[in-house]
């Protein structure tokens, strides 16, 4: 189970080709991004973090479990690093560029963090961890260019937000293996791939999901 959420990376490539800015920010992304990195623990896999060594060369960052195209920074994938802590979502906020975001395969535990500013995202991966606690139903409003949102095999409890209906582009959702309860929400998009299996969910499987694999909902 573990494999179907671990890498995409043809998908995490694709995902750099449109991204846009979604604020100004003064503070070079350097200063951001260990700034980011001292809210975390465990970091020895991001020890080559330098302030005095450029991000990107091309599209191969010198940073580790940074996401370079042409020499600029779009994403984080920080994966199977060992790393717990509390996510400083604030200081991703300026991050204008940031397009990505993966703390897959991680140690981080306690309550999801406050993603709903991150409104230039395109992918949020945090499946395999232990947050737990349950999401607010607005989470993910206004998150229009968000395409994949994989969260599965953590802890998390109550309702699926009601907020992903609103995500037009949404291709795949991953929810699997977690403690949400109540009903699948009657999710429209013709393109999405869900995956809502090992929950306490109750009632009839929308129609625009039916055409999926009954794997898919045990
Ligand atoms: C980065 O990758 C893209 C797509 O594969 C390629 O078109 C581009 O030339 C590469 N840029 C550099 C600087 O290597
Ligand atoms: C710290 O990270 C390393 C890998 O970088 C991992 O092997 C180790 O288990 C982690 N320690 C804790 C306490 O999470
Ligand atoms: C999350 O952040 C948004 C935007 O900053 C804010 O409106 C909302 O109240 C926050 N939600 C929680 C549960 O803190």
Do not use: Y
């Not at 599209?59 to 994938?77: D, I, K, P, Q």
């Not at 409104?119 to 737990?132: A, E, I, P, V």
């Not at 959702?173 to 699948?184: C, T």
């Amino acid at each position: 189970m573990a494999s179907s959420t671990r890498n995409h990376p043809l998908a995490i490539t694709l995902l750099m080709l449109t991204c846009l800015p979604t604020s100004s920010s003064k503070e070079p992304e350097a200063i951001l991004l260990l700034k980011f990195k001292s809210s975390l623990t465990n970091t020895t896999s991001l020890s080559n973090w330098d302030p005095l060594v450029q991000l990107c060369n091309g599209n191969v960052s010198n940073w580790n479990g940074l996401l370079c195209f042409n020499g600029e920074f779009f994403g984080l994938r920080l994966e199977s690093m060992g790393l717990s802590g509390s996510l400083d979502i604030r200081t991703l906020f300026q991050l204008t560029f940031l397009c990505t975001m993966s703390v897959m395969n991680n140690n981080f535990q306690g309550s999801f963090p406050n993603v709903s500013k991150l409104t230039g995202l395109k992918g949020l991966f945090f499946s395999n961890n232990h947050f737990s606690g349950e999401l607010p139903d607005d989470i993910f409003t206004g998150m229009k260019f968000m395409r994949r949102i994989l969260m599965a095999n953590n802890e998390f409890t109550g309702k699926i937000p009601m907020s992903l209906l609103g995500i037009q582009k949404l291709v795949e959702l991953q929810v699997q293996d977690n403690q949400f309860d109540g009903r699948i929400p009657a999710f429209a998009q013709q393109d999405l791939r869900s995956n809502v299996a090992n929950n306490r969910l109750e009632g009839p499987i929308p129609p625009q999901l039916s055409s999926q694999s009954a794997s898919s909902f045990e």
